[in-house]
């Protein structure tokens, strides 16, 4: 964030890191990039860290009890801009089929305060459970291949435009003649 003590610091050694990483060619861009940085104070600096992870396997609890949407679910890198538009895609569809699973009955309250105690109503409130997740697995079904395909989307543009900030890095003239490839 910004101006917060050791941001400048910590940017110097993710570049460090990145250097390594890379090897000698990645060296030589970063050294720019590190120049800059240490030239600038800490209250100089806005750190924005860009996130994204790896698909998840599910987007519920194993008794589907617990659903997860948007950034929860598929937290993906900004570049594309599909975010926010597949979470409202997600509360959409888990509104569906809620929606649908209040038409089958499956989320039909217990006729009074303790009903779901009684002998004969334990096994209609199984059912409902069974119901229910039946619709949540129907929205992770139709969900899930979207926000991943999304996440893989987004994590592509985010890397073409790394690389390309990384060509226009290493194509600005380091001589101070001025020659280089103009952009």
């Avoid at 003590?5 to 890191?17: K, T």
């Amino acid at each position: 964030g910004r101006a917060l003590p050791g941001v400048r610091d910590r940017v110097l050694w993710l570049l460090d890191e990145a250097a390594e990483i890379g090897g000698p060619s990645a060296a030589r861009d970063v050294a720019q990039a590190r120049a800059l940085v240490a030239a600038c104070a800490d209250e100089d600096i806005f750190e924005r860290r860009i996130l994204d992870r790896r698909p998840l396997s599910r987007w519920s609890s194993p008794e589907r009890r617990v659903v997860l949407i948007g950034d929860a679910a598929h937290c993906m890198h900004p570049l594309p801009g599909q975010g926010a538009n597949t979470c409202f895609e997600d509360v959409a569809c888990l509104a569906r089929v809620l929606c649908d699973a209040k038409r089958d009955g499956a989320l039909a309250p217990p006729a009074s305060a303790g009903a779901s105690d009684r002998p004969g109503n334990k096994a209609a409130v199984a059912e409902s459970r069974k119901a229910i997740a039946r619709h949540v697995l129907a929205y992770e079904q139709e969900r899930m291949p979207v926000g991943h395909r999304r996440q893989r989307e987004a994590r592509e543009a985010g890397l073409r435009q790394q690389q390309g900030a990384s060509a226009l890095l290493s194509a600005a003239p380091t001589d101070g003649t001025g020659s280089g490839t103009a952009v």
